[in-house]
């Protein structure tokens, strides 16, 4: 099984963060999250990992808020903060590392003026 499109990733997102939202009381105006945008940093992602990461960024916003549920929000902030050190499942055991490659090194990228 493949992991979800863009598309499939913000329906998801949407869905997840809503019931967080209303589990822990947080009014939907209160919800401030840019579900496109989170969706479009998550590629890769299994459905199971993008619950993961909704359940982390609601424990940071209960935490940016003090644990109180009068003024309780959820932002882009709060999944930024989620996202650190979060390893998606397709990621795990795999070793990334940089290219010793730049751009001058690949031929017919220089423009002759």
């Not at 909704?54 to 903060?81: F, I, K, N, P, Y």
């Not at 490659?101 to 017919?108: A, N, Q, T």
């Amino acid at each position: 099984m493949s992991a979800p499109n863009k598309s499939q990733r913000a329906a998801i997102l949407s869905l997840l963060i809503g019931r967080v939202a209303t589990a822990a009381s947080i009014p939907a105006n209160h919800v401030t999250i840019d579900i496109d945008g989170a969706a479009s940093e998550s590629d890769g992602y299994t459905a199971a990992d993008l619950s993961r990461l909704v359940e982390r960024a609601a424990l940071s916003a209960l935490q940016r808020c003090g644990h109180v549920t009068d003024g309780l929000s959820m932002s882009d902030e709060d999944v930024l903060a989620a996202r650190d050190g979060f390893t998606p499942a397709s990621m795990v055991g795999v070793g990334l590392q940089a290219s010793g490659v730049s751009w001058g090194d690949i031929g017919g990228t220089k423009v002759n003026i």
